[in-house]
DNA sequence: GCATAATTCATACGTTCGTTTGAATAGTAG
DNA sequence: CTACTATTCAAACGAACGTATGAATTATGC
């Protein structure tokens, strides 16, 4: 199995310690199979693309997935590894940059969501950094069920959630850290969901969303207005007012809708 | 295909008119294979799931899915629509009964909030309407690509987002309405993506948001605990400031990380 | 140019998939 | 009981799945 990492293994040994020229990583028919695999599992997701799909549509033999990528969960890491490295490196070195201009005085809240949101939505203007498909291929996964792809994400993200988690403690000083960590958690989930982009929504109200904006922004890439409009919500909900925690006599305290049970149906015990 | 609804039919026709007795459509098999089907479509995908896996765990045979929800996709669609619609007209009778209270005055933005989702996360509260287990299977599937998931949702959803979408205009008028679009989509992602509960956050970060919030709230439940949480971050989300546009010459205002772009590697043209 | 490594190719393997079929059984109204 | 419908069941269908194999082809180092 994935005969190409053990000739590579054999050529390493033959260049004795110098790096492998980038020829025999990004052969053409590599980088055919990773971007025709990024589209359809956009497109399909993971369990509904089949190896024939992506090596008909990459016109590469059916077995050229499995010499080059072992298997198909190593052709999605690797799908997803060409993208999140450089993704993620940026996104510490921005911060690194912001720290050391900063001096060791706190980062503003905008400033650290500005690095990690808009590191990530950079990508959807640049096509060499997979562009908005990408990005989709991103939100859409980011809750697939499989367990192979929790734990790739939560390895190939684990460092940077932490750095990040740690500026947004000392940002956003008078807001708890449990309760900053809940935030990111849901201005993750407002991103993605918004960069996956199949919802109901969209095909509800599209219309009128790009009939609005588009005035002046017929020029801006997707990514841009996205952007616009995602950064000003994320600052909001992650300075927003704390809960007010009930008492602690916690009967009776519901503000969940209750009001109307009388008009749904009976519930059967 | 679908034995089932054909025997309904007839079985109507004879009835004249009179409803169908509930044990026809609550039938054992019917509803453990619902049960079921919910459990494993939450956990492994629409795609990843069997329909041997669903029928020997369910004890029933391997032909009681097609007879009974004629397909795979029939199924899904019931394991749906046996949830949503309660769901749905619970929530339209809810803000009925606010909008009648409120006599024509515009509605608070948290109550239009409260009754949406938190109509929703009461779900997560109650065994009989689905639990988490329907909460996360929807929260996952909503970002499902496949083409037949995403059109039974818009129409499924397609009264209540317009209603609520109406609401919301009116309780915020001080923010533009595509403006308020945006967020309503990017609280529908807050949201889904808190609910799925797959994420990276969880696994780095999981045990500080349990134990901080651990102390008075063993008590609660995890839909609670969530609402308390999540709704806060939606309103400072929907009332954030506005995007400040940017004068008509849009180049070079990217506020987007650019800084540091000398520390990644060189971008090969 | 020759030997060797790297890649491509056609083909096949063994599974598993969703669905269908027709007979067997359970349930029900007259 | 009888006639009929509704449901369950074991078995099989063809298709599609991911993967493996060994020969053929191309590229590479000396």
Redo the contacts between chains.
Sequence with gaps: MNYALLCTVATLRKLDGRPMPDAKLNSDTRVRILDVSERQF???????TSMRMITSMAKVNLAAVNYHFGSKEGLLREVFRRRLT?LN??RL??L???EERAKGAPLKPSQVL??FF??L??IG?DE?LGGMTFLRLL??T?????EFI?TF??TE??EV??RY?LALFRAVPDV????I??????????????I?G????????GH??S???GK?EG??SEA?RL?????????????????Q?AD?S?RQQA??????RS???E??K
């Excluded at 952007?227 to 809960?243: K, W």
């Design positions: 956009m497109a399909h997701g993971y369990e509904g450089w490196s940026e070195a921005v690194d940059a912001l500005e690095a808009g590191t939505l950079r203007e060499s939100g859409r980011l809750t697939d069920p499989a929790r994400f939560a993200y684990a959630i932490e988690k708890p850290k449990a309760e960590v809940w935030r990111l958690h849901f201005m993750l989930g407002a991103m993605s969901y918004a996956a199949t919802d109901i929504l969209r095909v509800i109200t009128e969303m009939d609005i904006s002046e020029t801006k841009r952007s616009e409009r995602l950064m000003p919500f994320l600052l909001g909900g992650l300075r927003a007012a704390l809960p925690f602690s916690n503000p969940l809708a209750k009001t109307v008009k749904s149906q519930k059967k």
